[in-house]
């Protein structure tokens, strides 16, 4: 049976729904949430029918998907899941899913050798290692970096589709140096991920500094209805971001000569693991090995030179190095003993 998109995301809003115990589920609360769903991602005004949603609820039930849910309804009126734990998202593959999958993963790897498929090794890996488990039930062999606990990316799917359509948004936002979380207008550009946290580029209506939200800071977005949306003209975001380690970055913030020099023991572990793809090898001897790249001086620039502590010096330029000798100054006075 086929499954197109707006099937998916109908099965997997009832879903959520049915996992949802806080409240009682009826079929009209049902069709209104799908509506909802389908109108926030896809723009589907006419909502969705009541035939509709009943034929998903018996797919759902049945085992053409390989779902068999276990939705009951009680006093013939409230939808449920009568297995406390169940989610179509811990539903087994069928063994013909699994074989079309495995055909995928093998064509995939025979094109993962092209030069711009290169960022595509790590999903392939991620799929190779899935099937493994779903057909090797031993212990796993390979492990991502991830954080569990990191939250907003339920709020990552919705805001790449808003971005696509143009959509300015009302977003709900509580920094970490803020007491309370405040309200405004914003106009969104990019997601860009850095270091497994995810962040909304974007333009408040106030002026024209790009701004980047953190998605595990935001409370709830919607689309900022009686609001006329503001592009970002002059700006091709893949060169912007060029010079960059992380997301902060001022429209006028301009690249700068960055010299550092690390120990000969360490040096062959920025050499393998650039800190930039500028990065550059510019003398090698006994006592080390001097580098350069060329990027903007942020925050996140600072915090990977930190990491290194005394295994790495800034040569220049001159206020980096000032900066990062008082920070270091200033770390050391937490271990002088009075």
């Not at 109108?39 to 009541?50: L, M």
């Not at 949306?229 to 992380?246: A, H, K, M, Q």
């Not at 008082?326 to 002088?336: C, G, N, P, V």
Request: glycine share 4%.
């Amino acid at each position: 049976m086929s499954l197109n998109k707006l099937a998916l995301i109908r099965y997997k809003t009832i879903d959520a729904c049915l996992r949802n115990k806080m409240r009682k589920w009826t079929l009209e609360d049902l069709i209104e949430k799908v509506s909802d769903v389908l109108y926030e991602r896809e723009g589907i005004e006419n909502g969705v029918s009541k035939r509709t949603i009943q034929g998903d609820i018996q797919v759902m039930r049945s085992d053409k998907l390989g779902y068999n849910a276990p939705i009951e309804v009680a006093q013939r009126k409230y939808y449920y899941y009568s297995e406390e734990d169940y989610s179509i998202t811990n539903a087994p593959m069928s063994d013909s899913d699994i074989q079309s999958l495995k055909q995928v993963v093998d064509l995939l790897k025979q094109f993962n050798g092209f030069q711009y498929l290169d960022d595509m090794s790590e999903m392939i890996a991620r799929l190779e290692n899935n099937l493994y488990a779903t057909t090797h039930p031993t212990h796993n062999c390979i492990q991502f970096e991830g954080n569990d606990l990191l939250t907003g990316l339920h709020f990552l799917s919705p805001l790449y589709q808003y971005i696509r359509q143009n959509k300015p948004l009302k977003i709900t936002y509580k920094s970490f140096k803020a007491k309370e979380a405040h309200e405004a207008i914003y106009h969104p550009y990019l997601l860009k991920e850095f270091r497994n946290r995810w962040f909304l580029i974007c333009n408040s209506k106030k002026g024209d500094q790009l701004l980047n939200l953190a998605l595990d800071r935001m409370i709830t977005i919607e689309v900022a209805q009686s609001v006329q949306f503001l592009p970002y003209t002059g700006v091709d975001f893949d060169r912007y971001y060029s010079d960059l380690i992380g997301v902060t970055k001022n429209r006028t913030d301009r690249a700068h000569k960055v010299i550092l020099k690390v120990n000969s023991k360490n040096a062959p572990y920025l050499i393998t693991k650039p800190l930039h793809p500028s990065q550059q090898v510019l003398h090698e001897d006994a006592s080390g090995t001097t580098l350069r790249i060329d990027v903007v001086l942020n925050f996140e620039l600072e915090k990977d030179i930190l990491a290194f502590g005394d295994l790495i010096e800034v040569i220049s330029p001159r206020n980096l190095r000032n900066s990062i000798r008082k920070r270091l100054h200033a770390a050391s006075q937490l271990y002088e003993t009075s």
